[in-house]
C-alpha cells in the first residue's frame, strides 16, 4: 500500500484520537484520558508525531516517538484496522528511525525500544504487533508493567 508520511499538528488532533478509539480495546482508554492526551499535545510540539495517509488522504496510521542517542522509543504506534497487513506499520517505523537517525539508522551501540503485548495478552495474536516487531528485527527483552487495562506488555528491542 502506497502511503505519505506527515508530521502531525495540532489540527491533527483529531485524526489520531480516531485511530486511538481503534484499539483500545487492546490498549485501554486513550481518546480521553488526560495522560494520552498531554503526550499527545507533546509529541506534537516536539515534531515527533507522524501520520500515515492513504492515496486518498485517509488516515490509516500513527505513531509518537523519541529519545537521543544512543537510546531511541517508540512511545505508541497505530495502524488502522481496514489496512493492517499491509507495509503501513513498516512504513511509519522507517520513517521513525530515519528522522530519529538522521537517515543513518541505528549505529553500533544505539538502541530503540517499543512496549508491546506480552505474550499472554489477547492483543499480541490479534493484532500481530509482536511478530510485527519480531520481523522488523526487534527481539523480545524484560517485561514492561501491564498497560491501563492490566494486560502484560514486554519490551522488544532494537540494536545497532
Do not use: K
Amino acid at each position: 500500500m502506497t502511503v505519505t508520511i506527515e508530521v502531525a499538528t495540532e489540527a491533527d488532533v483529531p485524526v489520531v484520537l480516531g485511530l486511538a478509539g481503534e484499539v483500545e480495546h487492546w490498549f485501554g482508554p486513550m481518546v480521553g484520558h488526560p495522560g494520552f492526551l498531554r503526550a499527545l499535545d507533546e509529541h506534537i510540539a516536539q515534531r515527533r508525531a507522524l501520520l500515515a495517509f492513504a492515496a486518498d488522504r485517509e488516515p490509516v496510521g500513527g505513531v509518537l516517538f523519541g529519545g537521543e542517542s544512543p537510546r531511541f522509543a517508540v512511545h505508541w504506534l497505530v495502524v488502522s484496522n481496514r489496512v493492517r497487513g499491509q507495509g503501513v506499520g513498516r512504513v511509519l517505523m522507517t520513517a521513525v528511525l530515519d528522522r530519529l537517525t538522521d537517515g543513518r539508522g541505528l549505529a553500533p551501540g544505539e538502541v530503540m525500544d517499543v512496549v508491546t503485548f506480552g505474550e499472554d495478552h489477547p492483543g499480541a495474536v490479534e493484532s500481530g504487533a509482536r511478530v510485527f516487531y519480531e520481523r522488523l528485527g526487534f527481539v523480545p527483552a524484560e517485561p514492561a508493567p501491564d498497560g491501563p487495562e492490566g494486560g502484560s506488555r514486554q519490551v522488544f528491542r532494537l540494536t545497532g
